[in-house]
């Protein structure tokens, strides 16, 4: 090129090949090969050269992801090759169907097994990517399935898009076609940043993947954390094309392009059933939304043979999962208080099956979430449910609102004990400020107390909280201690045995640990790691009870709120009074002794991943930390081990890259005895 000096040239050359690949190892394999800052500054030496030298500027270098020119709207192209819908399957004899139907045409034995590409249905937007001589020269919406909309600007700035194919041998024409989606923790990233801005947030991530490629501007789209994963091919132009589905996708893996990697390739209808089993177990962990699967007949040959049928083809089907979003009617909206006083408004709905359960209630959070949605009581409003979380509203259908429907008016007293509700500034919860003069408050305090991971008291559910409470037997955790035989049998369907057992238990938890008890006391924002941490940094309760703000701040992971939260609580004589009484009735636990070799991870950070077979994470995590270690969700920098059972993904890929140290679950076992 003129007026470029040789070394220069070479050094642009260098440093795009190797940007591309550090792209690639980090947006498509999910293993980042260098650290970001050094990413950082091969990105400015690539600009830099860029800057003087313009003429060598590509449009597949990595600095042309940021987005251009706004447009003022979307022009249309057409697909040479029809981007199908398929037919769907809600059930197994659907399925069985539909393997028999293909071997009907095929005249294939009943007896004899197809082999079918199976892999996730992404919930996302699918989109054509035209690639002539290995450069992206095209991207597009599905549309109608023959005339979409021209996005390319918008499907340049997305990092697991290559901008030019991999490698040396590609053909000279290929269409890829996939399907774009947000990742779940983009998503709540995302709707988080524009409820502080008060922006509008998005309904569910597809809705946000569509969103975000409509901009009209790409420098937005280049801002959203969007993601394709390829899944077929269109059009194809060269040599050595592959001769089945599976075959395929693994090529198009080895051109750059992000394969999702729960592909696989399986024999027979029952192995579709099995696949079809193990990802709906899988669903709710992954970081995207899928709502079922799809079937492909594996090899190209017989698809020919299948053909098509209107706008479906023959040889494939998506098997769905049961809808994790439904419409249904808000009946009523009722306030429930909790063991902090916080005020919780609970939507009553007209029953709907949604994400496998049949769903009759839904949170609607806090009164900004009430006034966000602008929803009514009467209203058709849009239910989210997806696997063990709570149902929640996400919206509210306003052109089906009825005549009569009646705003959400949220109370100004305690529906239990008509004390005042108050909400704190900066707190987006209303809290009754009745304490435990709120029988409410009681009830649930009692509950958290005697659960699983504080005192752990068998026997002792909801609905026999409720009747100790409400027939005066109770009045705080200090009189669980108290309870008698005589009084207990009296109860509604208790019988002698029960309240044995349950006596047993009350007795059986006054042996317990300083964390757990910590965290028994439901303190707000103390939960089981805080709880841990400040045993961990005092060693006894007596210390916890008398440290100061500042004390208090010097431990790691508590903040000022927090802090002033654990103040307040000592501070108050009535809390004060019922831990005292706790300990009168003989609750007791070791307290922990601070010295370098009783907490030997002390200031490590350790993080759980895959399935462990012998302990539970649970028990692993409270074994670390019983030793001092803070057990995080995530691996960075500062995590000082990462222990990897099976089916670990993301975590462990990104401690091999950070060389971060790795142990199975039977090393840990080994090192924790010999602590």
Known sequence: MLNIPEDVHQSYLRLKSELNQHNHAYYVLDDPSIPDSHYDRLMGELQAIEQQY??????????????GMALDSFSQ????????????????????????????????????????????????????????????????????????????????????????????????????????????????????????????????????????????????????????????????????????????????????????????????????????????KLRDELDYDIDGIVYKVNDFKLQQRLGFVAKAPRWAIARKFPAQEEMTRLLDVEFQVGRTGAVTPVARLEPVFVGGVTVGNAT?????????????????VIVRRAGDVIPQIVKAVVEKR?????????????????????????????????????????????????????????????????????????????????????????????????????????????????????????????????????????????????????????????GPIVARHIVDFFRNPDNLSIVEAIRNSGVQWKDIDQTAQSLPLKGQTWVLTGTLAVMSRAEAKDRLQQFGAKVAGSVSAKTHAVVAGPGAGSKLNKAQALDIQILTEESLIAFLENL
């Open 402 to 558: 009825p005549e009569g429907a009646q705003p959400i008016v949220f109370p100004e007293r305690c529906p239990v004990c008509q004390s005042s509700v108050k909400r704190i500034e900066g707190e987006a919860v209303a809290r009754c400020t009745g304490g435990l003069f709120c029988g409410a408050q009681t009830k649930e305090a009692i509950k958290h107390y005697a659960s699983r991971k504080a005192m752990d008291i068998d026997g002792l559910g909801d609905k026999l909280v409720d009747a100790l409470v409400d027939n005066d037997l109770i009045y705080s955790v200090a009189d669980l201690y108290e309870l008698k035989l005589e009084k207990l049998i009296n109860l509604e369907r208790m019988a002698q045995k029960s309240a044995e057992n349950l006596l047993n238990s009350i007795e059986t938890s006054k042996q317990t640990t300083l964390p757990k008890f910590l965290f028994s006391l439901g303190i707000r924002e103390v939960g089981e790691a805080t709880a841990q941490t400040l045993a961990n940094n005092f060693g006894t309760l007596d210390k916890v009870i008398a440290a100061s703000a500042e004390q208090l701040l010097e431990v790691e992971d508590v």
């Open 364 to 380: 609607l959070h806090n009164a900004d979430e009430i006034n966000r949605l602008g929803v009514c009581i009467g209203d058709t």
């Open 54 to 67: 313009s003429q060598l500027r590509t449009p597949d270098s990595p600095s042309q992801r940021v987005g």
């Open 77 to 280: 192209v057409r697909h040479e090759v029809p981007m199908l819908s398929l037919d769907n399957a809600f059930s197994d004899e659907e399925m069985i169907d539909f393997d028999r139907r293909i071997k009907d045409r095929i005249n294939l034995d009943s007896s004899q097994n197809l082999i079918y590409a199976c892999e996730p249905k992404l919930d996302g937007v699918a989109v054509s990517l035209i690639y002539q001589k290995g450069m992206l020269v095209r991207g597009a919406t599905r549309g109608d399935g023959s005339i979409g909309e021209d996005i390319t600007a918008n499907v340049r700035t997305i990092k697991s898009i290559p901008l030019s194919l991999h490698g040396d041998i590609f053909p000279e024409l290929l269409e890829v076609r996939g399907e774009i989606y947000m990742p779940r923790d983009g998503f709540n990233h995302f709707n988080k940043k524009a409820l502080e801005s008060g922006d509008k947030p998005f309904v569910n991530p597809r809705n946000a993947a569509a969103g975000s490629l409509r901009q009209l501007d790409s420098k937005i789209t280049a801002t959203r954390p969007l993601e394709m994963c390829a899944y077929s091919v269109g059009q194809y132009q060269g040599d050595q094309k592959p001769d089945s589905h599976f075959a395929m996708l693994n090529m198009l893996g080895t051109l750059g392009f992000k394969i999702n990697q729960h592909i696989k390739q399986v024999e027979g209808i029952e192995a579709l059933e099995e696949y079809y089993q193990q990802l709906a």
